[in-house]
T-cell receptor
Framework: ETGVTQSPTHLIKTRGQQVTLRCSSQ?????VSWYQQALGQGPQFIFQ???????GRGNFPPRFSGLQFPNYSSELNVNALELDDSALYLC???????????FGPGTRLTVL | KNEVEQSPQNLTAQEGEFITINCSYS?????LHWLQQHPGGGIVSLFM???GKKKHGRLIATINIQEKHSSLHITASHPRDSAVYIC?????????FGQGTTLQVKP
């Protein structure tokens, strides 16, 4: 158990819809990173938040956005869903921007 | 060419065998992580390395910064070690992941 939780565990949406995924970090973890993992692939970095501000972003379009809250929770929002957005979405928290990351169990998103 | 390459992609071993998984990278890094992912998705961080060698139980991780290469070794492998092992490098605040090595240890 890493102490990082994600909700929901599974989600089915249709193309064009919007989705919000949630992550609850360990207390004291001021950094959260979000990753997308397509089936059979390694995770891809979406973005990182540090003290409620975006601290780095991977090669994802602006329709992927996030928020981090003072209570160590965070959100990943995806607008205008596409079929290729179907993946496992992982969040990981850490005590600083370069520290060991503690991963949540992931949210599996299916876009039909 | 991917910035992080792992080999082999798939590995089958008999219980008790010594296992090595390799990771090569082509970018400057501040640290390298070895991660374990079980079916269903959960990822556990095994090691974070910036130099030398680390050991935890039956797992050993080494890194050669000059050669841009790291290895993960498992001694006395066990069926419960069956999982996907992922190498990830830290570059300016983000992690770049390898494709993973799927390990199956047979009893």
């Amino acid at each position: 158990e890493t102490g990082v939780t994600q909700s929901p565990t599974h989600l089915i949406k249709t193309r064009g819809q919007q989705v919000t995924l949630r992550c609850s970090s360990q207390s004291g973890h001021n950094t959260v990173s979000w990753y997308q993992q397509a089936l059979g692939q390694g995770p891809q970095f979406i973005f990182q938040y540090y003290r409620e501000e975006e601290n780095g972003r991977g090669n994802f379009p602006p329709r992927f956005s996030g928020l981090q809250f003072p209570n160590y929770s965070s959100e990943l929002n995806v607008n205008a869903l596409e079929l290729d957005d179907s993946a496992l979405y992982l969040c990981a928290s850490s005590t600083n921007r370069d520290g060991t990351q503690y991963f949540g169990p992931g949210t599996r998103l299916t876009v039909l | 060419k991917n910035e992080v390459e792992q080999s082999p992609q798939n590995l089958t071993a008999q219980e008790g065998e010594f296992i090595t998984i390799n990771c090569s990278y082509s970018v400057g890094i501040s640290a390298l992580h070895w991660l374990q992912q079980h079916p269903g998705g959960g990822i556990v961080s095994l090691f974070m390395l910036s130099s030398g060698k680390k050991k935890h139980g039956r797992l050993i991780a080494t890194i050669n910064i000059q050669e841009k290469h790291s290895s993960l070794h498992i001694t006395a492998s066990h069926p419960r070690d069956s999982a996907v092992y992922i190498c990830a490098v830290r570059v300016t605040g983000k992690l770049i992941f390898g494709q993973g090595t799927t390990l199956q240890v047979k009893p």
